[in-house]
């Protein structure tokens, strides 16, 4: 029996499509189907990996002469990590489900108070140019208020954070569904799909509309009423991440469990190297905005980096997906 035949023989006998192993490898579907129909052969890695998916020696992979499997006693993750893979059990999928609902809604809601923390002292310092009141009480004022609400938010970040650790493998480790799990998750799926895209559409609005208010306020020279109009600026953006964040936290849940979209085993490497990108990049804005704000002391310029950097960065991450499915059409020809 040649490598192409004693792979398909063991696909088969795990019940394992050519892109259910191409998955579990982290290859493409093509690359499987050259191995299966003596295309092309696999490379050492690959040969490793297949070798500790299946549990089979590498002798018997290579070795045509030998016919009986070989076993090694261990399975991927037994090799690995020295642990069974973890199954996630009905009981289990939906209370991780039902946490995730909840969870949605107080990161949303932690998320909003971030986003509109500044608008009191903004209010507040506009209010100062109009009114007499001494601006270290203003400015005291307006601090206070900001650092309660981030504090809240930092609050139920981490309070969500402990509340998720009986769930953390599930985000983080290789894990099985048992017998009835992926038909569960499916129907909530598709009852959520409606109110998902609903959510999206709100939220697209809203963050396009939000600059609008902003744009009103420049037509008068009344600094409190630009105050004004800002605060409307971010409390729209606000309701639009809420929306984002209500929508995406329960639908990526499904996806997770499901192992879909980019929680696909075949697409976690790609999702690493987007979070990667993106905290560089995020954080070298930062360090440019800041840099540039305290050499030039021109704040009223300087926040022009942030707009560049949002289109920027969507050219950015376009580039990092081309070069990553550039590495996958490589790998289809293994």
């Known amino acids: 029996m040649i490598l192409a035949e004693k792979i398909m023989y063991l696909r088969k006998k795990n ?13 493409s579907r093509q690359a499987v ?5 003596v295309q092309s052969v696999p490379d050492l890695e690959n040969i490793l990996a297949l070798s500790r998916l ?12 030998i016919e009986e499997e070989v076993y090694t006693g261990e399975t991927e993750g037994t090799a690995e990590k020295g642990a069974c893979v973890k199954r996630v059990s009905l009981d289990l999928a939906n209370r991780y489900l039902e946490w995730r609902k909840k969870a949605a809604k107080r990161i949303a809601a ?13 209010l507040f310092g506009a209010a100062a140019l109009v009114y007499p009141i001494p601006e270290t009480l203003v400015a005291g004022a307006g601090l ?10 930092v609050a139920v970040f981490v309070c969500c954070g402990f509340q998720n650790t009986p ?7 290789p894990f099985e569904t048992e017998y009835g799990v992926e038909g569960m998750v499916k129907e909530q799926q598709k009852a959520y799909r409606p109110a998902y895209v609903r959510y999206n559409i709100a939220a697209v609005c809203l963050c396009i509309l939000s600059p609008v208010p902003l744009f009103l306020g420049t037509v008068t020279e009344k600094e409190f009423f630009m105050a004004a109009m800002l605060a409307v600026t971010l409390f729209l953006a606000g309701v639009g991440v809420v929306l984002f964040i209500l929508a995406g936290v329960r639908w990526t849940s499904m996806q997770k469990l499901l192992k879909e979209g980019d929680y696909a085993l075949r697409d976690q490497r790609r999702v690493r190297i987007r979070k990667t990108v993106s905290t560089v990049y995020w954080l070298t804005a930062v360090a440019v905005y800041l840099a540039w704000s305290f050499l030039t002391d021109d704040w009223k310029t300087t926040w022009v980096v942030w707009p560049v950097a949002g289109v920027q960065f ?8 081309l070069w990553m499915d550039r590495e996958n059409g490589t790998d289809a020809h293994r």
């Open 54 to 65: 299946f549990g089979v020696t590498t002798d018997y992979l290579l070795k045509d002469e």
């Open 15 to 27: 019940g394992w499509s050519q892109e259910e192993l191409a998955e579990k490898i982290r290859v």
């Open 33 to 37: 189907s050259k191995w299966e129909s």
């Open 167 to 173: 769930f953390e493998f599930i985000e983080k480790a």
């Open 144 to 153: 206070t208020v900001l650092f309660i609400l981030v504090l809240a938010a």
């Open 314 to 321: 969507a050219a950015v991450l376009s580039l990092c997906t």
């Open 110 to 122: 932690a998320t909003f108070l971030c986003i509109v923390a500044v608008i009191p002292l903004l």
